[in-house]
């Protein structure tokens, strides 16, 4: 048996909502235990009418659009690209890849 936890973010009811319930009654037929965090309260309703499923629903996820955060937080992760990519191929591993051609 596997013990399993979904995340589910705020969705209208739609293909998604379909399908993590879809997937959710596949894992508890195979007698999986599933475990949902959902902010969304449609999907949350839909949950607690599956037998044997715990729902978690009592969190909060701020939706805050802030443009400079957005900003910030994606030239952080353009960033660690860069860094990765140096740590990766110092001049020294260049030249070597070069000279060995």
């Not at 009592?58 to 910030?72: A, K, M, N, Q, T």
């Amino acid at each position: 048996m596997i013990k399993t936890i979904q995340i589910v973010g705020n969705a209208r009811y739609g293909g998604a909502t379909n399908l993590m319930l879809k997937w959710c009654e596949y894992l508890l037929e195979r007698g999986h235990t599933v475990d949902v965090l959902s902010t969304d309260k449609t999907m949350v309703s839909e949950l607690r009418k599956l037998p044997d499923i715990q729902v978690f629903d009592s969190i909060f996820i701020p939706r805050e659009i802030d443009p400079l955060l957005i900003y910030v937080l994606f030239f952080r992760f353009i960033s660690c690209f860069f860094v990765i990519g140096m740590m990766l191929f110092t001049p020294t591993q260049r030249r070597r890849d070069f000279s060995a051609e």
